[in-house]
């Protein structure tokens, strides 16, 4: 079993900055590729970043030039900087991932953009 663990996110002024973390744990050795979504109300969950096991990484348009992903493969946990954020950007984040064939949810961290 894999469980993750999303942390990082607040209430922050537009324009300002937030980073989030994923702390991965359980009967594993290693996290594999690993994104970022987040899941606005009354909205569909979005892809927002991604990064292989080998340190690729791609991004949404909205995130581009804005958030970067990275990963800690020692401390099995994930990252999301998040600079010049917008109102649009408020939602739920949350980290995903595979193992055994089967994919891990986080609980999410909420993420509120004022203006």
């Known amino acids: 079993q894999v469980q993750l663990v999303e942390s990082g996110g607040g209430l922050v002024q537009a324009g300002g900055s937030l980073r989030l973390s994923c702390a991965a744990s359980g009967s594993i050795f290693n996290i594999n590729t690993m994104g970022w979504y987040r899941q606005a109300p009354g909205k569909q969950r979005e892809l927002v970043a991604t990064?292989?096991?080998?340190?690729?990484?791609n991004y949404a348009d909205s995130a581009k030039g804005r958030f970067t992903i990275s990963r800690d493969n020692a401390k099995m946990t994930i990252y999301l900087q998040m600079n010049s954020l917008k109102p649009e950007d408020t939602a739920v984040y949350y980290c995903s991932g595979r193992w055994v064939l089967r994919d891990y949810w986080g609980q999410g961290t909420q993420v509120t953009v004022s203006s």
């Open positions: 990064i292989t096991s080998g340190g690729s990484t």
